[in-house]
């Protein structure tokens, strides 16, 4: 029998850094890292075809963005774990089947993606036109201009977007665990299940959710120092910029 | 082929939606000549130089640079558009100068000037540097490589735009009321950069309001009026006796100011 309000502080600190939880956290962190980096790439490639002179570039970009941002990320999960092997069985080059956490990665990463495309729309935007005619002038191919010119100057514009992503993803991913990939959410859900240690559980995962955000944060607002030079105003001081990280943290929202 | 003109403008015809900004004009310029060119505001002085280097199309006439047609191939007698690597292959020989200078802002000045040669002409980092540092020094910047834009004036930053160009060793410079958007201050180390690059047999089409520079510096002068040249001449025959009506209203207001 469990007494009301008795937490039971040594559950957490039996299990805080267990095998079992530190899995679970490396597999929220595999799921971020990784879903962050592909999700960025396409967010790239759909953000420089969503400026292209091309219409039908432009189109796959809108299409992009309006499907994939305009559905409960949920049941886009589900959609690449269940549904998409039943509409289309052998899709997947492995055995016909995507792995959860295979499945799980794919549908983080392409949902990411359309919202990484917005951010770097606005980045690449920000640039100065000016910019892109000096390069020209200097015999600079159009894809040299855009790796050498642009996107350095955007990154300062998407970095702060960018960490309020990554954080976001942090939280985001505790949703794969309804295609069972045992990420750090699920490895608290199964445990509370059996023993119904609800608030215990939940305490272990939001001390690791925190830890994780707060390093993130801190890591988000030295890149948006570094990515500052040669601007004038200096800006904010390292400091400022951490507090307002330690800010926007608790001011991003969920999918 | 060095006997032929190192840029020949001929007939060249220019558009935004319906306004006509270039209305057939020609304009050759030979190696080692200084050209520059006046003409009231909204005249289409800045759109010229940016024919040249295709940062705008043209809608008619051609731009040949040393012997290549810039932005377009000729395919039976008519002009198609060039590819993005072949124009910016004839660029490289073309260096421009902003009013607005626009350095990149996320380089130092030294890294302003080794980006191109890098990057575009597969110069060594250390060959790029030697090249850049000497070309700032050249134009008074020697000590300042490490320097972001930011940290600059605008003489300086404008000074850095120039040794950007000149690191590409083009043929031509085209500048762009290259201190119009100076301190009055700081215009006069902009120019002796100019001068100096002038002195030098240095390729020039100089689009200016420093008519003390034209007349020193420039061998000819183009004025632009409404989209076509108007009158051409030496500087000392079009300051003193102006053929056209419209170029001597130009020169009285410019004296009443
Ligand atoms: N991208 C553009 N779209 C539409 N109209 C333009 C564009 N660029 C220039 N124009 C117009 O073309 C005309 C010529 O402009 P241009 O900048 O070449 O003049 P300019 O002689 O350089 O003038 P200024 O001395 O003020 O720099 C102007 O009427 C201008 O408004
Ligand atoms: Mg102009």
């Known amino acids: ?255 | 082929m060095s006997e032929r003109p190192l840029l020949e403008i001929v007939d060249v015809h220019k558009r935004f939606g319906a306004v006509e900004v270039l209305n057939g004009i020609s304009l050759t310029v030979e190696r080692g000549e200084v050209v520059a060119v006046l003409g009231p505001s909204g005249s289409g002085k800045s759109t010229l130089l940016r024919c040249i280097n295709h940062l705008e199309t043209i809608d008619g006439g051609r731009i040949v640079f040393d012997g290549r047609l810039v932005g377009y191939r000729e395919v039976d007698g008519r002009l198609r558009p060039e590819s993005d690597r072949r124009t910016a292959r004839v660029r490289r020989e073309i260096g421009m100068v902003f009013q607005r200078f626009n350095l990149f802002p996320h380089l130092t000045a030294l890294g302003n000037v080794t980006e191109a040669p890098v990057h575009v002409l597969g110069l060594s980092r250390a060959e790029a540097r030697e090249r850049g540092s000497g070309l700032l020094a050249r134009v008074g910047l020697g000590e300042r490589l490490d320097a972001y834009p930011s940290e600059l004036s605008g003489g300086q930053q404008q000074r850095v735009a120039i040794a950007r160009a000149l690191a590409m060793q083009p043929k031509l410079m085209l500048f762009d009321e290259a201190t119009s958007a100076l301190d009055p201050e700081l215009v006069g180390e902009v120019l002796a950069v100019m001068r100096d690059l002038a002195a030098d047999g240095m390729t020039m089409l100089v689009v200016t309001h420093e008519l003390e520079f034209a007349r020193d510096a420039a061998r000819r002068i183009a004025f632009i009026d409404d989209g076509v040249i108007v009158e051409e001449a030496p500087p000392a025959e079009f300051f003193s006796a102006p053929r056209t009506e419209r170029a001597r209203a130009f020169l009285g207001r410019l004296h009443q100011r």
């Open chain 1, 1 to 255: 029998m469990l007494l009301a309000g008795a937490l039971d502080w040594g559950v957490i600190g039996d299990n805080l850094f267990s095998d079992l939880v530190l899995g679970g956290v490396r597999l929220t962190l595999a799921l971020t890292v990784l879903s962050m980096t592909i999700g960025g790439a396409l967010g790239t490639v759909f953000g420089i075809m969503r400026g292209s002179r091309i219409a039908a570039l432009r189109a796959a970009s809108v299409g992009y963005i309006w499907l994939f941002r305009g559905t409960p990320l949920l049941v886009q999960i589900v959609f690449w774990f269940f549904a998409l092997p039943q509409l289309w069985p052998g899709w997947a080059p492995w055995n016909g089947q995507l792995s959860p956490f295979q499945a799980g990665l794919v549908a983080l990463s392409v949902n990411e993606g359309a919202y990484m495309t917005e951010i770097m729309r606005a980045g690449l935007l920000s640039v100065d036109p000016g910019q892109v005619e000096a390069a020209k002038s200097l015999g600079m191919t159009g894809p040299l201009t855009m790796r050498r010119i642009v996107l350095p100057q955007a990154m300062r514009v998407v970095i702060p977007p960018i960490g309020n992503e990554f954080i976001a993803m942090l939280k985001n991913s505790s949703l794969v665990s309804v295609i069972s990939v045992s990420e750090l959410f699920l490895v608290a859900k199964l445990q509370y299940s059996s023993t119904l240690r609800y608030l215990e559980w939940l305490l272990i995962v939001s001390i690791w959710y925190l830890a994780l955000t707060t390093v993130a944060s801190l890591a988000q607002a030295w890149l948006e120092q570094r990515f500052s030079r040669g601007r004038r105003p200096q800006g904010r001081s390292l400091g400022a910029r951490v507090t307002g990280a330690l800010e926007r943290l608790g001011r991003d929202t969920g999918r």
